[in-house]
């Protein structure tokens, strides 16, 4: 995974708020995962279309963080939801 990869949501994969969580969940699998508030934002960044390198620059606008730990966290995520069949990466 790269920068300039964007990732795509299977069209069975809903994601709802409930409380200070977001809820992803596969229809077809059951699969289910929990995202704290930050990763939702992520979450959103990425069902705008934005490519990865994009939602890096989001987030280091929006939260008080360095660019190399920031990076790192938003690829173990997104690797992670991939993992789980919640996310396709795109290469670029």
Avoid: H
């Avoid at 969940?25 to 934002?41: E, K």
């Avoid at 959103?44 to 620059?57: A, F, P, Q, R, Y």
């Avoid at 920031?70 to 990466?89: A, C, N, P």
């Amino acid at each position: 995974m790269n920068l300039t990869d964007r990732v795509a949501i299977p069209a069975q994969v809903m994601a709802r708020q409930v409380g200070q969580e977001t809820v992803i969940l596969d229809l077809a699998s059951g699969t289910y995962f929990g995202l704290d508030p930050v990763g939702a934002r992520i979450w959103i960044l990425l069902s705008e279309g934005k490519t990865v390198g994009e939602i890096c620059g989001t987030m280091l606008d929006e939260y008080e963080v360095e660019r190399a730990p920031l990076e790192k966290d938003v690829f173990s995520l997104l690797q992670t939801l991939e993992r789980q069949g919640l996310v396709k990466i795109e290469e670029a």
